[in-house]
């Protein structure tokens, strides 16, 4: 039996490792990209499939692989490190896991390599396939979505377990002993997800234009964290669900597997400005600000049936944010209300943001409420004046109310009214006593019959007492008949007031003597 | 040639006992089948390839990889259905436990049959708890779900130990240790069986499936 391994068996075991190397990259990251694994078996040997698994082969993901290797193995000092890591909408970051792949020097010289090596390489792949379902990583990377992304990196070298927080666990795939060194292959993992419990559930959506898809592999472990590569704009805007082979354009090493709403919503970002805002777009119902740059182009979309002319591209928006652009716009429906989806509270984060940079005017920015008679509603919307509205965002409440008057939607042309009351409140002159007498007119005259009374036999009963006080009379100093006299003439008769009491200045005098 | 054995304890509720099952069996099953063997001549082979999926659990916060083959799942389905059922009409605690057992058939002379002879018994004890409230349900899918993660560490060391396997066969003896009835993937000869346990724990009824091609002639 030779000692030595001879030139084929080691050009097999090399071969081995190597490949052996690219499919556990594989078989991780496909664990990771939130989807449901499926490959078919094949009776017959294809030839292709290493290990006599179907494992499917993800171009960008063996290229960043090989990049890794730069063609060298896992050897004794040297593991192959998978990094899994967890980036939120926010911009935060949490590695997950790090998958490694190690040499020691416990050789098996005796073992066959073209034989049982491949076999057992087989087996810990298949165990590497049942055991990147079971760690807490994988939970997380099925619900990736819109609050946070999962991410991979390859690096070779020292395996680095700082980031993994306290108390990380660790689970051992597997080992394959060869003639050159024992092969394992383990898992260390985050079980401190304290950083993930205060935010996973935040209601906060997420901040549109930074969302980040993509990123470069860090050439060295201890180099720089990650940073968006660059997005090729000019992409066809209406892609549905990019296979992972079209991801090869813009990912280089590590790339998120996020689904494509984040993919077009990033895209969203890079569309140059010149939506031309100005005044005369408050003449259309929009919701929200009129007054927006470019950078969240998303939120310009009017919809047609209002007769906006549509501010923004046509772009088709894909995933929640548009949704929840399209349902802001079609609420609300109890006539006083607007626009208290989420949209809006991101809507008055964006006000802040863009009244910045913005020369235009305050009001320009202001939102600007639609008013719409709902459905079943009994009350016409016009009888609600703006000081009874409880609106929120009232400080946005348009302030110049002229503007208000014109405004069609305002005035709903199917009120019963023709003219509306609401500008006969605010253009009124003293015209309180008239709203008061048509407030009468509108009672119907019943017999009074107060509670707990009898019969009306005596002069001076209940009822009788209502009746005499219902109505008592003005006070005289309130009286506008006895002091006749318009403001001017109170002015005129004001000197002949002082004339008089200057005469009386000694008997002034005396009385605050007393008092002191 | 001793027969390694291994046991696992499960605590889940009525309505996972399918899925709790199907995962730790598809599991093994996994780690224990390999592709469809072509002799060639020379004495040589080449291997087909195995498939593998991913199945969601409805009742269990858990995924499981099973080998893509639908004969193999079926066949598998249909036992765990039986073992539900017969835990389900056993009453009492709900005890029970299934045996996943890989043998080698060794050829015995005429008229003696063919023995079959045990090199890995996989046993899951299953005890069923019943659940009142919602709540106590959720919390139960989620634990159960974490106890399966367990298991299936468990059963990921076991198999990387290394230990015996049967040496692979030539072509007049792959019967001998392979089951060659499926279509797509060969798994290791197996059977599963079941028992039911009553309070005493002495096995009340006994029921013994067969999965294997030949039947036992004595």
């Known amino acids: ?516 | 040639m001793n027969c390694r054995s291994e046991v696992l304890e499960v605590s889940v509720e009525g309505r996972q006992v399918e899925e709790a099952m199907l995962a730790v069996l598809h599991t093994v099953l996994l780690h224990r089948s390999t592709g469809k063997f072509h002799y060639k001549k020379e004495g040589t082979y080449s291997i087909g390839t195995v498939g593998i999926q991913d199945v969601d659990c409805d009742f269990i916060d858990f995924t499981y990889v099973r080998v893509s083959s639908e004969e193999l799942d079926r066949a598998l389905r249909k036992v765990v259905g039986e073992f539900k059922d017969a835990l389900r009409n056993s009453g009492g605690d709900g005890l029970g436990q299934i045996s996943l057992e890989f043998y080698q058939k060794k050829k015995s002379r005429w008229p003696f049959s063919d023995e079959c002879i045990p090199w890995e018994v996989w046993t899951v004890k299953v005890h069923v708890v019943a659940l009142a409230t919602e709540q106590e349900r959720q919390i139960c899918r989620e634990k159960v779900g974490e106890k399966l993660c367990e298991k299936i560490i468990n059963i990921v060391e076991v198999m990387n130990r290394h230990e015996y396997l049967p040496k692979m066969p030539t072509q007049s003896e792959v019967d001998n240790v392979f089951d060659t009835s499926l279509r797509d993937v060969q798994p290791y000869l197996y059977k599963i069986s079941f028992q039911i346990t009553d309070a005493l724990g002495t096995s009340v009824t006994t029921t013994m499936r067969r999965l294997i091609k030949d039947t036992l002639a004595l």
Request: charged share 20%; hydrophobic share 35%; glycine share 6%.
């Open chain 1, 1 to 516: 039996m030779e000692t030595d391994l001879n030139s084929q068996d080691r050009k097999d075991l090399d071969k081995f490792i190597k490949f052996f190397a690219l499919k556990t990259v594989q078989v991780i990251v496909q664990a990771r990209l939130g989807e449901k694994i499926c490959t078919r078996s094949s009776s017959s040997p294809t030839g292709s499939d290493w290990f006599n698994l179907a494992i499917k082969d993800i171009p960008e993901v063996t290229h960043e692989a090989k990049k890794a290797l730069s063609g060298q193995l896992p050897a004794v000092g040297r593991s192959m490190c998978v990094e899994i890591s967890l980036k939120t909408s926010e911009g935060d970051s949490m590695e997950l896991e790090i998958w490694c792949l190690e040499m020691n020097e416990k050789c098996d010289k005796e073992i066959k390599v073209s034989y049982t090596v491949y076999n057992r390489l087989s087996l810990l792949l298949k165990s590497l396939l049942a055991i990147t379902r079971v760690t807490p990583a994988y939970r997380l990377s099925r619900k990736q979505g819109h609050e946070y992304v999962i991410l991979y990196r390859i690096y070779f070298g020292e395996v680095q377990l700082n980031g993994l927080g306290e108390g990380f666990q660790t689970v051992r795939v597997g080992t394959v002993a060869t003639p050159v060194g024992t092969i394992t292959l383990s898992c260390a993992y985050r079980i401190n997800l304290a950083f993930m419990s205060t935010r996973q559930f935040e209601r906060t959506p997420p901040i549109m234009g930074i969302i980040i898809d993509h990123f470069v592999d860090r050439p060295y472990p201890s180099s720089s964290p990650m940073h968006p590569c660059s997005y090729r704009t000019g992409e066809d805007a209406g892609v549905t669900y990019p296979s992972v082979e079209d991801s090869q354009e813009v990912c280089t090493t590590s790339f998120s597997t996020s689904p494509p709403s984040q993919l077009s919503s990033s895209r969203l970002s890079c569309q140059p400005a010149g939506l031309g805002l100005g005044s005369a777009d408050l003449a259309y119902p929009v919701v929200f600000t009129a007054g927006l740059n470019a950078t969240h182009p998303h939120q310009l979309m009017v919809p047609g049936k209002e007769g906006g002319t549509p501010l923004a591209p046509n772009q088709p928006a894909h995933g929640a944010q548009a949704d929840q652009e399209r349902l802001a716009t079609h609420t609300p429906s109890d006539g006083t209300h607007c626009a208290v989806t989420p949209s809006s509270s991101e809507d008055t984060e964006t006000v802040s943001n863009s009244s910045e940079g913005r020369a235009s005017p305050h009001d320009v920015l202001e939102t600007i409420f639609v008013r719409k008679v709902g459905a079943f509603v009994n009350k016409p919307v016009n009888q609600v004046t703006l000081t009874s509205l409880d609106i929120p965002f009232a400080m946005f409440a348009p302030k110049n109310l002229e503007l208000e008057d014109a405004d069609p939607m305002v005035n709903p042309p199917d009120s019963p009214e023709t003219t509306s009351p609401l500008h006969g409140s605010l253009h009124s002159d003293g015209s309180s006593g008239g709203s008061s007498g048509n407030t009468h007119d509108d009672f119907v005259m019943i017999d009074f019959k107060p509670a707990f009374s009898k019969d009306d036999i005596l002069p001076m009963d209940l009822g009788t007492f209502y009746r005499e006080f219902q109505n008592p009379p003005q006070l005289s100093s309130l009286s506008i008949d006895i002091g006749a006299q318009s403001m001017a003439e109170d002015l005129d008769s004001l000197p002949e007031k002082l004339a008089v009491h200057e005469k009386n200045v000694r008997e002034f005098d005396a009385f605050v003597e007393t008092l002191q």
